[in-house]
């Protein structure tokens, strides 16, 4: 019998990466029957406000307002296709939220995560969520790198490009 996959995560961070990684797992999700669900994440990282001397709650109220609109829109695409869905707005520290957290709680299988995402200089400075994900996450990571027609991504348009 072949692997299913019964809960499957997806972090968004509104990257086109993201974005790929959700339109491959609401297939993936299909594909692996009526049981399987779908849960979305999406991590405020709260490191990032406390070097702002001027440290408003009203700035983490924003960005959580902006995550659940991208959330509930991911969510009703995902009802649409007829597949079970929820989601959850998480504070702190991507990396360990989505490799190990989030997943212990939810008893996550698979982790569909984009290769890239929004922040470039955290991938620079200190190395990317999602190749921290890969190595330290407590179950299977499939890293989307292509669209739903396996043609590459550019990463530096966000466009196709052939092979």
């Not at 019964?6 to 959700?22: C, N, Y």
């Not at 609401?26 to 990282?45: C, E, I, K, S």
């Not at 407590?138 to 550019?154: E, F, K, M, P, W």
Request: proline share 2%; with cysteine; charged share 25%.
């Amino acid at each position: 019998m072949a692997q299913q996959y019964k809960r499957i995560l997806v972090p968004i961070d509104g990257s086109r990466e993201a974005e790929l990684a959700f339109k491959k797992a609401v297939a993936v999700t299909q594909r692996n029957g009526d049981d399987a669900q779908l849960h979305l994440l999406h991590v405020v990282d709260t490191r990032a406000f406390q070097n702002i001397s001027s440290f408003d709650t009203t700035m983490v109220e924003q960005v959580t307002e902006t995550a659940k609109k991208t959330l509930d829109k991911y969510a009703a695409e995902a009802k649409a296709a007829d597949i079970q869905c929820e989601y959850s707005i998480e504070y702190g520290a991507p990396k360990s939220i989505i490799a190990q957290d989030v997943p212990k709680e939810l008893g996550t299988d698979l982790i569909m995560i984009g290769a890239t995402g929004l922040n470039a200089v955290e991938r620079l400075l200190i190395g990317s969520v999602t190749e921290y994900v890969t190595r330290a996450a407590i179950c299977d990571v499939l890293v989307v790198r292509t669209d739903l027609s396996n043609q590459a991504i550019s990463v530096k348009d966000g466009a196709a490009a052939s092979k």
